[in-house]
């Protein structure tokens, strides 16, 4: 199943296309978007109680980005995207809500399934088609961004997949890794 078929099987699915004239775009619950003790912060992610903040790749000039709502892990998609991440997600209230970059209100998100609480996040995202390997360029083709979220205990950041321009720039260890299995 691709990643666009799912969005029959999964009520909880909202799909939006978002200007990315600035490459990223926050998931709230009205809660102040700025704090000192940041719980997860990898570069591609910034998480704490009620924020996220999601980042894209660069060269996009429009994202077309998913959120799915589940009540429990649901299947990834790591073959459909370049970067893949997982992390733990504090609620503080269970109704989020997707900001824009320059945190205009782009649609109120579906209540999360187990309301305020800890949840695991899987954040999948794939530059626009022709953008592998470079960054000194914005496309008019669509960068892609799954959210995939559900109750789950707060755990580390996990790399599930990085192979794309965007985790690679904030995932440099990674790559370095990759080089020193050869």
Not at 20 to 29: K, M, T, V
Not at 43 to 59: D, R
């Amino acid at each position: 199943m691709s990643a666009s078929e799912s969005a029959a099987t999964y009520p909880g699915r909202v799909e939006f296309d978002l200007d990315a004239e600035y490459p990223y775009f926050y998931i709230s619950e009205n809660t102040s978007l700025i704090n000192h003790r940041v719980s997860t912060w990898s570069g591609m992610v910034t998480a704490s109680a009620g924020k996220l903040k999601l980042q894209l790749p660069s060269c996009a000039s429009v994202a077309s980005v998913a959120v799915e709502m589940h009540h429990a892990e649901p299947a990834d998609f790591l073959d459909c995207f370049e970067d893949v991440v997982e992390f733990g997600y504090p609620s503080a209230t269970g109704c989020p809500a997707m900001l824009d970059w320059s945190r205009a209100l782009v649609c109120e998100l579906r209540p999360l399934p187990g309301g305020p609480g800890d949840y695991r996040i899987r954040y999948h995202v794939k530059g626009p088609a022709g953008s592998a390997g470079r960054s000194d360029f914005r496309s008019s083709e669509k960068a892609e961004a799954l959210v995939q979220i559900w109750p789950g205990s707060p755990g580390q950041l996990k790399e599930l997949k990085i192979t794309g321009v965007l985790g690679s720039f904030w995932h440099p260890g990674d790559r370095l890794r990759r080089a020193l299995e050869f």
